[in-house]
């Protein structure tokens, strides 16, 4: 399932990323553009402009929560997707581009001493070059939809 965000849910947009679902999010003012842009790329929408206009073959899903965590349960409610563990932390939050594994020997000059130190397993972006590991960059995705289940 793919998705496009309207410029309002930049963070949900972020988490999505995080948790392995592709996540495209546009700062596009025009509903027409967007629209254009979801049937171009298959995308269901999600949004929080109530006046996207109906369009037909585009899937628009309209959220009504305020804050991150409850925008987030109310995506995966609606969407019917279960966070699982096995597709989390492999796309860039930034891009939303997956993420590919690298030797760790490969990215010594480029994190924190401690972090090398301290991490076995790294990944890096393909288009920007950021570097990922099971740590800061992630936060703490795990505790949030721990608290979103409850
Ligand atoms: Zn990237």
Redesign the pocket.
């Known amino acids: 399932m793919k998705l496009l965000l309207t410029r309002e849910l930049g963070r949900l947009a972020r988490w999505l990323r995080i948790m392995g679902f592709d996540s495209e999010y546009t700062r596009q003012n025009n509903n027409a553009s967007v629209l254009m842009q979801a049937l171009r790329e298959d995308r269901t929408i999600l949004t929080r402009n109530h006046h996207l206009p109906a369009s037909r073959g585009i899937k628009i899903l309209v959220l009504e929560q305020e804050t991150i965590k409850e925008q987030l349960g109310e995506t995966l409610r609606l969407l019917r997707i279960d966070p699982g563990q096995e597709r989390m932390f492999t796309r860039?939050t930034?891009?939303n581009?997956e993420l590919t594994a690298v030797a760790k020997e490969s990215v010594k000059d480029k994190v924190p001493e401690y972090v090398f130190s301290t991490q076995e397993d790294f990944y890096s972006?393909g288009?920007?070059?950021?570097i990922y590991w099971h740590g800061t960059h992630w936060g703490n995705v795990r505790q949030l939809l721990d608290s979103i289940k409850e």
């Open positions: 860039c930034i891009c581009k972006c288009t920007c070059g950021r």
